[in-house]
């Protein structure tokens, strides 16, 4: 079992920045994929930007690319996604979720899921 707590929404101007946190806890971290996803009103949930358990390979959608950056920090079990340059479609409810031992981009290949941090952004 996974437990995973996102942090650092709220509401921004377009253009604006913020960086997102999701703290994992129980089974070892550094053995799962993450994955950033979203949820805007009245649509489907989304995949956002992808990381390998090491870290070392990373895959964005194409609306993140060159905006968004996922990291994380093994060390202090801590998955991140820094979103900049944001508009106004990027308002939605992120999630982060675990794979065991994949990069995966499809909802369905991740085990464990937060409950999801609000990203507003205003024009």
């Known amino acids: 079992q996974v437990q995973l707590v996102e942090s650092g929404g709220g509401l921004v101007q377009a253009g604006g920045s913020l960086r997102l946190s999701c703290a994992a806890s129980g089974r070892t971290f550094r053995n799962y994929g993450m994955g950033w996803f979203r949820q805007a009103p009245g649509k489907e949930r989304e995949f956002v930007a992808a990381?390998?358990?090491?870290?070392?390979?990373?895959y964005y959608t194409d609306s993140a690319k060159g905006r968004f950056t996922i990291t994380r920090d093994n060390a202090k079990n801590t998955l991140y996604l820094q979103m900049n340059s944001l508009k106004v479609e990027d308002t939605a409810l992120y999630y982060c979720a675990a794979a065991p031992s994949t990069m995966a981009t499809i909802a369905g290949d991740y085990d464990y899921w937060g409950q999801g941090t609000q990203v507003t952004v205003s024009s």
């Open positions: 990381i390998s358990p090491s870290g070392g390979l990373t």
